[in-house]
């Protein structure tokens, strides 16, 4: 398991966009998708944004979790309590 | 642009920017496979390869046709094509399928196209859950690509030996579904 804590600002500060690394929140970990085409500019089929957590989203998509597999996790998902 | 059309689309409640920009992209996802696929099926050559030749080449013909069909629908809600190629090119829906390495390596030339099909099948049912109930002719329209995509998908995944699907190749005219927004 990754070691790295990250908050849901440093999430949001990685959000594909000028040359920043396009990170995405999925059930606690974090994912780095820069290097998907389909997460270009950190926007990914027009309707989802990097530098969220897309855990409830991802239920409606037309794929599973399973894509995310593709990818390296680079940190746990700090939930909101803990980063008080 | 179809004015009354687009505020129909509107007031359903589709956000029309985010659908014309899905739209655009998977216009452009179907004629950079055109072009993709072209390259592929020059090279589906040997014993192996002339086998897959008319299904690439049905699915290329095809995807065509899916570009084709989707424009109007792009204008009618007031979007518009890039003025640049290359613009269009870099901003489609699914990667590109370019050929392997290896250009004789059947099962990776099937990876890639069977990859560039399933890229297909989601992001049109990804446009049919947004437009479900709301904006049907859109809907209409993507299904009917949804279904062709969904087939091709099963020409190449049997072809992997992933399980029987049922389908056989295109028998008749191409774009059975797609055909009617053709004319």
């Known amino acids: ?84 | 642009m179809a004015k009354v059309a687009r505020e129909m689309v509107e007031k359903a409640g589709v956000n029309v920017n985010q659908l014309l920009e899905l739209l655009v992209k998977n216009a452009s996802a179907e004629l950079t496979t055109y072009y993709y696929y072209t390259i592929l099926r020059t090279n589906l050559i040997g014993l192996a390869g002339e086998g897959l030749k008319e299904i690439a080449e049905v699915a290329r013909i095809e995807d065509r046709n899916h570009f084709e069909a989707l424009v109007p629908r792009i204008y009618e809600l007031g979007g518009k094509l890039p003025g640049s190629m290359v613009e269009f090119h870099d901003m489609s829906a699914c990667p590109p399928a370019s050929l392997p390495k290896d250009p004789t390596d059947i099962k990776a030339m099937l990876t890639v196209l069977v990859e560039a099909e399933r890229c297909a099948v989601r992001g049109y049912t990804h446009v049919c859950n947004l437009t479900t109930g709301k904006d049907h002719r859109t809907y209409d329209l993507a299904l009917a690509i949804l279904n062709e995509e969904i087939e091709h998908e099963s020409w190449f995944s049997e072809f992997l030996g992933e399980g029987p699907s049922g389908h056989f190749m295109r028998r008749g005219e191409t774009s059975p579904f797609v055909g009617k927004f053709l004319v």
């Open chain 1, 1 to 84: 398991m990754p070691a790295r804590q990250i908050t849901r600002e440093e999430l949001k500060q990685h959000d594909g966009r000028k040359g920043s690394p396009a990170y995405i929140g999925y059930r606690g970990l974090v994912y780095d998708v820069s290097e998907s085409f389909l997460w270009m500019d950190g926007r990914h089929q027009a309707t989802h944004l990097a530098g969220t957590d897309l855990s409830g989203e991802l239920g409606q998509a037309p794929h599973g979790a399973d894509l995310l597999q593709r990818f390296p996790v680079v940190g746990i998902l700090l939930d909101p309590r803990q980063e008080s």
